[in-house]
């Protein structure tokens, strides 16, 4: 299962970078046109519609961002009006919601365009059960990023989209434990060359991210990633 883990990783991202480089120029005359700079609000889309975020949750999803960094982007959003900050949570102001909205409709017209012919539908669907089966570790990404945002009537290829979003802070969760098991630092590990050290981290990375599939039958790890593959 570690195996299945390993490749359905670069898969998924694939996948997830097709649709962002497919609606990149629309997204960039979007937030011109709302007269913003989104930044953060591109990943976070999929869960400040539905709630709040506090810094230390944010620390967790950016977590190979610097913090100073991160906190001059949170304040460029303040400044902004895209977020408001309440007794520590941040959340999207009215302005945030309208634009996400505008966006989410972009990126269904977006993957309708890319994936045109391509039942979705049952891609969307299984990866809805990984995330349902994922262990969320408390305080990391996932917990703050899933389930994601699903408008009403939203159409399948935009759930596969997002629900794959999502699904990335999964792995993204499994590999920070597994680096701090370790006794490494995220300064540590983007530096990290191969070696055994590194050998280890990702195989323990890839036990951890394997564990939401094991429940499925060969069958259905099969379509999932023969049915990625071809949308990437």
Do not use: C
Not at 31 to 59: E, F
Not at 114 to 143: K, M, N, T
Not at 144 to 166: I, K, Q, S, T
């Amino acid at each position: 299962m570690r195996k299945y883990a390993a490749q359905i990783a670069p898969v998924i991202d694939a996948v997830h970078v097709h649709v962002h480089a497919a609606s990149r120029a629309a997204g960039a005359e979007l937030a011109r046109a709302h007269g913003i700079t989104p930044g953060i609000l591109i990943d976070l889309r999929i869960a400040l519609p539905m709630h709040p975020l506090t810094r230390q949750t944010l620390a967790a999803v950016y977590r190979y961002t610097e913090p100073a960094e991160l906190d001059a982007e949170i304040a460029d959003h303040l400044k902004q009006g895209t977020l408001a900050e309440d007794g520590g949570a941040l959340r999207a102001t009215g302005r945030t919601i309208v634009f996400i909205d505008a966006l989410y409709d972009l990126h269904a017209a977006a993957t309708r365009r890319i994936w045109a012919g391509q039942d979705v539908r049952p891609l969307a669907d299984l990866v809805d059960r990984v995330l349902a089966r994922s262990q969320r570790p408390r305080g990391g990404a996932l917990e703050a990023m899933a389930p994601p945002y699903e408008p009403d009537g939203a159409p399948p290829g935009l759930l596969l989209f997002n629900r794959l979003a999502a699904l990335r802070y999964h792995r993204a969760d499994a590999h920070a434990l597994s680096w701090q098991e370790a006794g490494l630092t995220a300064r540590d590990i983007v530096t990290l060359r191969g070696g055994p050290l590194r050998e280890r981290v990702e195989d323990e990375t890839n036990r951890r991210a394997a564990q939401p599939y094991e429940t499925f039958t060969d069958q259905e790890r099969e379509l999932l990633f023969d049915g990625l593959l071809k949308l990437a």
